[in-house]
């Protein structure tokens, strides 16, 4: 009997070796503060330094227009322009207690934060979520109350470098790692965030950056310009008066036009141009989503200038370089897709169908989700193993992080 006690010890101390063993943080990660007083519902928020050489002061809009505000701007130490080296990562309430064993981390997208992306979006008021009303709960407590171990990720520029943001991606993957001690985490990328989930996956990098670390098991994008988009450029005269400060408009977006014409006044605004102009660059991550679809569903000739607005020149309020120079200036779409996701992740495309957002001028010339046509966030070109595919026709595009239908179908696909 002693031979046989022995040989069940070593069989078990062999099977308990096998398991997956507990990663490192990174040396070059630092925590820099937590913070256990977090709005929203979430459990704690940590900010963190990756102190890797190659991030660098991304450019801020000078008027102030793309600086960090609420209860992020104290978790970033009270600095309104941070330096992109740093990152937040958001604990939802189960984080460790969840009975899924794989853990998920929910990428926000453009001019966004994990608060209003993820879990109040009615934070920014009527409108903020696409509709006049809005919940205070989203896709965070939809999945924390189903027993999913949810992380998200706020970066320090709204529309900062997605090549940067994905290794920040990875960074927080590798940290999720080291606190649960499971091997691979699932993907959630909305909107720009497709960008920095998906060039993390395909190792798809700066030339100072990590290849992607084989731990990932899953990446679900929602309403992913995975075949990129060109609403501003086929849009510009209305996508400009919510942009330009001398016809009132104040979003931090950028635009097709260096110069435009407001209220009889010819002004110049290079900060706000989707390539580098005039010493600014303060929007890298929007020229990087990019593509053109004109060959497909045309250009809205309805707009002003809308032929310069496109194809570049003079018109006779504006002026710019028109979609081709800015994807020239460095679009990812076609690398991306070039580079592929390995078969190892399994795809899930989710698309809007409701081309309906409330405050701005909707993308009419095919089906959409009001800024995202469907066929580019259903694009799976490059995906090398695709579980699935869906589309909400009762959301638009910032409906879906909290639509009831959109979540479901999230659930399920994590499940």
């Not at 809009?61 to 992020?72: L, S």
């Not at 510009?236 to 977006?253: K, L, Q």
């Not at 120079?325 to 679009?331: F, K």
């Not at 009831?404 to 399920?412: H, I, K, L, P």
Request: net charge negative.
């Amino acid at each position: 009997m002693g031979w046989l006690l022995a040989a069940v010890l070593a069989l078990t101390g062999a099977l308990v070796q096998a398991g997956p063993a507990a990663a490192a943080v990174p040396s070059y990660l630092t925590m820099e503060a937590s913070y256990g007083s977090v709005a929203n519902g979430w459990d704690h928020v940590e900010r963190y330094l990756d102190s890797t050489s190659g991030f660098h002061q991304e450019q801020y809009p000078p008027d102030g227009r793309g600086d960090q505000d609420g209860q992020r701007l104290t978790f970033f130490g009270g600095v309104k322009q941070p330096f992109s080296g740093r990152f937040l990562l958001y604990s939802a309430p189960g984080w460790n207690t969840g009975s899924h064993q794989v853990p998920v981390l929910l990428v926000h997208g453009a001019n966004d934060n994990p608060d209003r992306a993820w879990a109040n979006p009615g934070e920014s008021g009527g409108y903020g979520c696409g509709t006049a009303s809005c919940p205070s709960t989203g896709l965070m407590q939809y999945l924390s109350g189903r027993g999913y171990r949810v992380f998200a990720i706020g970066f320090a520029h709204k529309q900062g470098d997605n090549l940067m943001q994905a290794q920040e991606v990875g960074d927080a993957v590798a940290l999720i790692k080291a606190k649960l001690g499971v091997p691979k985490v699932d993907l959630v990328g909305w909107s720009k965030g497709e960008m920095s989930t998906r060039a993390y996956v395909s190792s798809v990098k700066p030339g100072w950056g990590r290849s992607y670390a084989g731990d990932v098991r899953k990446l679900i994008t929602l309403g992913g310009p995975n075949g990129g988009y060109d609403y501003p450029f086929a849009h510009g005269w209305a996508h400009d008066f919510s942009i330009w400060p001398e016809c009132g408009g104040a979003v931090n977006a950028p635009s097709p036009h260096l110069h435009m014409t407001c209220y009889g006044t010819y002004t110049a605004h290079p900060e706000f141009s989707f390539t580098p102009s005039g010493g600014y660059d303060d929007y890298p991550g929007q020229r990087q989503m990019l593509a053109r679809w004109d060959s497909v569903f045309g250009v809205d000739q309805t707009q002003q200038d809308w032929y310069t607005t496109y194809y570049g020149g003079q018109g006779y309020y504006t002026d710019g370089g028109g979609i081709q120079a800015a994807i020239d200036a460095g679009s990812l779409v076609a690398p991306l897709q070039k580079a592929g996701v390995p078969s190892t992740v399994t795809g899930y495309l989710l698309a809007g169908g409701t081309p309906n957002i409330l405050g701005i001028f909707n993308e009419n010339r095919g089906p959409s989700d009001g800024v995202v046509f469907e066929a580019s966030a259903l694009d799976t070109t490059g995906f090398g193993t695709v579980g699935g595919t869906a589309l909400v026709a009762t959301a638009n595009h910032l409906e879906l992080g909290w639509d009831g239908a959109a979540s479901a179908q999230v659930a399920g696909w994590l499940n």
